[in-house]
């Protein structure tokens, strides 16, 4: 035990033997790298398959707070790397992970965030090959921010994206909506309720692979982070050049979600999920894609939503329950800061 | 033009249309990337060949100030991520970068530093293909932050790595130490006289290919970044179970940055680079690597310092100009925060 403070301090981000030992005691030590040169090293034997492709992604996340009902910045960070992959049809393999810590951060919070991401990790069958850390002085960041990078290889003949989104492929979610964006609410103190709420933070590679292989036409998918489902509804209308229909009393939605949306004046469809995506599928596979999820805890919830239509090219539409309908338009404002 | 806000707002960040148009209007516009999906889809031919192997790297960007003389952050977090590529034999490809941005960080300030990246990227011969921007309010970050990942190939048969340094291996590193380190101090107004010290910040992905190319049987090297020459040998030497032996009249210094470090009671040999590396190459090759560095602008400088040795395992010595020795150790508490 190399490491004797509590604290994390300047020197521990200078590049001399603090620096070292913090990350080989806190982050090497769980993490386990291949090898310990400054790049990990990696044997491509999927990637050197004809017609393979490689998929490579990035987010920072500033979560606030740092642990939440049902996660952390450490799950989150993982998990929103992993599904960035997913939703593309590719196969998660690696992960980078790079932090940067404010002077004074307790150590104990490291290793758990840490020990989560490889928790995390490991059930989501990708490893964190390589990783970066910085330490910044009191107050010139929050904690702690995570970015996490991450490789794929697309299997030879996938091509899923927007673009291939037809009138008459159907929407399936894989679970009820907005708990991330509304556990978060509720973890921050703003509301004067308490609830139960947890965020729906998860790894989604294992849950894409079953639906591809239920049902191999899908055509595109999105993970519902930031803006939800709207904006992601949004944006695929948009490059599909297609109109998209969805239907209220088909959304899945968790009553205190509701509640606490109600309360706010916040609309269920923007709040971000960490643990949901929509995959739009042909019509004829449908049944089979909404089994595949079902089949598997994080699709326990999933539900048909909607389906892309002839008219309306770019625009969303939600018949409402009571018959009428309305435009479910992208975000123009800004819902929730650092929600992920 | 879609962006009319001088400042980035939270709404900038907030998953909706402010988001995308700051991203399309800033970010996309100048990188290209390949799609617009979440994740770059890249075809992978170079690592199809037998034997290829993937390299992966990642890190997090927090210098202050943003923009110094000789780069600016985008600068540095393109160089520093090529070079960690580069130093592991890899051929580097592809970059992501992910932005941590401050409520009322100039727009002006944002393209400055993405046209700086495309610039370098360019130059490297590597391409930015995917990001993320994230947005915190005022106080939550210093106005900036940017973390690239990277990806490259090691062509078949390619090894280098620390653990091959053997006795009689020579040092070579590409020019004069500590410019970035010094340079950095000067603009941050710490210093009472003014110098017209630059930025070392350097991509030198096209030196190590040259340098591989003329000596083949190069067994490692390292960027100098923080910790410096001293980090750097002490890493080796411990890895490689060898001593390193180096004399103080070989190492090539600006007499500014040794008056800078005399000054302020700092040594050379730990101040950061950004554009230097050192690399051990057998005896037989180290005038061929020589000349393949001198022969390019980035190496210019470049000069032989020293070369691993049978005794003192583990530890570096350096003949001192009066003829004694001393052992030069790992850093050990800190010496410049936030210097790349």
Request: hydrophobic fraction near 50%; proline fraction near 4%.
């Amino acid at each position: 035990m190399a490491l004797r403070d509590d604290k994390v301090t300047l020197s521990h981000g200078g590049g001399g033997k603090a620096m070292r030992d913090l990350i080989e005691e806190v982050f090497t030590a769980v993490f386990e790298p291949p090898g310990m040169e400054d790049q990990a090293v990696l044997e491509a034997a999927a990637l050197a398959e004809p017609g393979a492709r490689l998929a490579f992604t990035t987010d920072s996340f500033v979560v606030t707070p740092i642990e939440f009902p049902g996660g952390d910045i450490g799950k989150i960070a993982v998990c929103g790397t992993v599904n960035d992959l997913a939703v593309g049809g590719a196969v998660p393999l690696w992960l980078s992970a790079a932090f940067i810590i404010e002077e004074g951060t307790e150590i104990a919070l490291l290793r758990r965030v840490v020990a989560s991401m490889a928790r995390e990790a490991a059930a989501a069958g990708v490893r964190i090959v390589t990783g970066d850390t910085k330490v910044v002085g009191r107050g010139a960041c929050d904690t702690l921010f995570v970015t996490t990078s991450g490789v794929g290889v697309i299997p030879p003949g996938r091509a899923m994206g927007a673009a291939r989104v037809r009138p008459g492929d159907v929407a399936i979610v894989n679970g009820v909506l907005g708990d991330h964006g509304a556990a978060i609410l509720a973890a921050r103190g703003d509301l004067a309720l308490s609830t139960d709420l947890q965020s729906d933070c998860a790894a989604l590679g294992h849950l894409m692979a079953d639906v591809l292989a239920a049902a191999p036409g899908a055509k595109a998918a999105r993970d519902l982070t930031r803006g939800g489902l709207a904006s992601a509804l949004n944006e695929i209308a948009e490059t599909a050049g297609c109109g998209i229909e969805i239907a209220e009393e088909d959304l899945p939605l968790r009553a205190e979600v509701v509640g606490v949306c109600e309360i706010l004046g916040l609309d269920p469809l923007y709040l971000a999920n960490e643990g949901r995506l929509v995959v739009f599928v042909p019509e004829a596979e449908a049944a089979a894609a909404l089994s595949a999820m079902r089949a598997r805890a994080e699709g326990a919830g999933a539900a048909v939503i909607g389906r892309a239509v002839e008219g309306h090219v770019g625009q969303v539409r939600m018949r409402t329950a009571f018959g009428g309908a309305r435009i479910v338009d992208m975000l123009v404002g800004e819902q929730l800061p650092r929600i992920c």
